[in-house]
């Protein structure tokens, strides 16, 4: 099995921009196939990642696992340390999905790296504010096992070399339990980085360009997929499938469907982000939850529709309107943040920061280097280049400072994102407004990752995990647990489906 070459440089470009066989089997290349600036980033980072050869696909496996992003290989990996022979079918030109534009952290409570730094932090406080974040309307049995199983999530990853023990605040959250790596970078390339190579070490065979058009079933018993490879359509037995296939945030037509006010809006979402797992399901007669929930986030460039991430307010940035006054709580959940905004009469904002900031948050050099970021040596300055009332910016930021002195935001209430105030030069501003980016909704399944049917009964051999699936996060979503999300429950589809394939369950 070959080894996975140096991708985080090439990676990295591709995630803030929007997933083998023996040695003899494997394949380094993937054609385009649209002209969209994307795809055309996606390839570029497929060079560096090393798939399967189509042609060594073969007709059955224990698990087939559908989708490629973090869930899916977290999956792929379990599955494969229970005994089992899984494989990956991706349908884009390379792994990774949504993952790899991930960028705040993981969230997890109780941690090592928690405990390591005198951070008092509790699953209870971990669900109480996961379930204020989503209005009281979170599956509660599926937040449960959630938040218990966090902590265990993070010792897992790095377990196999993907540490995470950097650790920042997100919106909703009063505790320090968002893990990044520990530069501070950006989750998502670091975290696809890892799991590819230990998908090859463990010689997992994972195929792109791969699409899953159907999953089969014989009486009610789902038994593997049928699969377009390069233009070739392909029946593949199994004896339990697993959809890791995403939401629908870069699907408009569904986006529209769903919740009409939000046509026009960008998205952060890659483009394979379709909804083509849960359209599946359904076709089985899976139960859907939630699919009108729908998030957008505050902080998104407009330009080229780039997520800001929220370390930026989590390491202190403020935002401010037009006139270069705050006017709202930067930290509080991405909704009532986005809703501020929108409220604006230019429904837009921008960040501001210092040069801490920007040491802290190594995601905003490659903003800079995508021209998102204007930068003076004083606050005046930066007034100027931004067209805003240089006096007004400036005491804005004066009363910030007195606020993090005091540890005391008597404006706006924020309690989190104020262990640095904003006075080390130069000043960075960054404008942004909200996009879509998380679609809450999706299929239904229990604890076990089983799915469950339109009429309550769970689907046999049929298991999913991450964007996919729906409930976990109400009404809003919390930053931060996306990527718990596809870890948490993309080992347990792993490890519940390997038993099934096994005839343990």
């Known amino acids: 099995m070959k080894k996975l070459g140096k991708t985080l440089a090439v990676l990295s470009t591709l995630a803030l921009l929007s997933a083998c ?70 349908k884009m030109p390379i792994a990774g999905g949504n993952t790899l534009k991930s960028s705040a952290g993981m969230n997890a409570s109780e941690t090592k790296f928690q405990e390591a730094e005198g951070i008092e932090d509790s699953n209870d406080l971990f669900y109480e504010e996961t379930l204020a974040g989503g209005k009281g309307t979170n599956d509660k049995e599926l937040l449960r096992y959630f938040v218990d199983h966090s902590a265990e999530a993070i010792d897992w990853l790095d377990s196999m070399g993907i540490t995470l023990d950097n650790l920042t605040v997100t919106g909703g959250m009063s505790e320090k339990r968002t893990h990044r790596p520990t530069d501070g970078s950006a989750v998502g390339e670091y975290l696809v980085d890892g799991l590819m190579r230990n998908i090859h070490d463990m010689e997992i065979p994972i195929f792109v360009n791969a699409d899953v058009k159907a999953i089969n079933e014989t009486d009610g018993q789902v038994n593997g997929v049928t699969v377009n490879v390069e233009g070739s359509e392909k ?87 037009d006139e270069g006054e705050r006017f709202y709580n930067e930290m509080d959940t991405r909704d009532n943040v986005s809703a501020a905004i929108i409220a604006l009469p230019e429904k837009s904002a921008t960040l501001i920061l210092d040069a801490g900031v920007k040491e802290r948050v190594t995601a905003i050099d490659f903003y800079e280097s995508q021209g998102l970021v204007k930068s003076a040596d004083t606050i005046e300055g930066l007034a100027k280049e931004l067209s805003m009332p240089e006096e007004a910016l400036a005491e804005t930021v004066a009363t910030w400072n007195d606020s993090v002195s005091a540890g005391k935001d008597a404006a706006f209430g924020r309690e989190t994102g104020m262990d640095h105030d904003l006075s080390t030069g130069p000043y960075y501003a960054i404008s942004i407004a909200p996009g879509i980016h998380h679609t809450m909704g999706g299929v239904k399944i229990n604890t076990n990752t089983e799915v469950i049917s339109t009429d309550d009964k769970t689907i046999p051999g049929l298991f999913a995990a991450g964007e996919v699936t729906g409930g976990l996060h109400g009404d809003n979503r919390i930053g931060g647990n996306a990527v718990a999300d596809i870890i948490i429950f993309g080992r347990q589809a792993g490890n519940k489906s390997a038993a099934y394939a096994s005839g343990q369950e």
């Open 235 to 321: 029946t593949i037995d199994a004896k339990a499938v697993v959809v890791t296939t995403g939401g629908f945030g870069a699907n408009m037509e569904m986006i529209e469907e769903y919740n009409p006010a939000l046509e026009g809006y960008v998205t952060t979402n890659q483009e394979g982000s379709t909804g083509d797992g849960i359209k599946m399901i359904e076709a089985l007669g899976g139960q859907t939850v939630d699919l009108d929930k729908i998030q957008i986030h505050p902080t998104v460039d407009q330009s080229k529709s780039l997520l800001i991430t929220e370390a930026v307010r989590g390491e202190g940035a403020i935002l401010v309107n």
């Open 21 to 90: 066989g023996a040695d003899s089997q494997t394949s380094t290349s993937a054609s385009s196939t649209t002209a969209s600036s994307e795809e055309t980033d996606a390839n570029s980072a497929a060079s560096g990642q090393e798939y399967t050869d189509p042609s060594t696909l073969a007709d059955s496996y224990d698990v087939v696992i559908v989708g490629a992003g973090g869930a899916g290989m977290a999956a792929a990996i379990q599955a494969k340390d229970a005994g089992a022979n899984p494989v990956i079918l991706e």
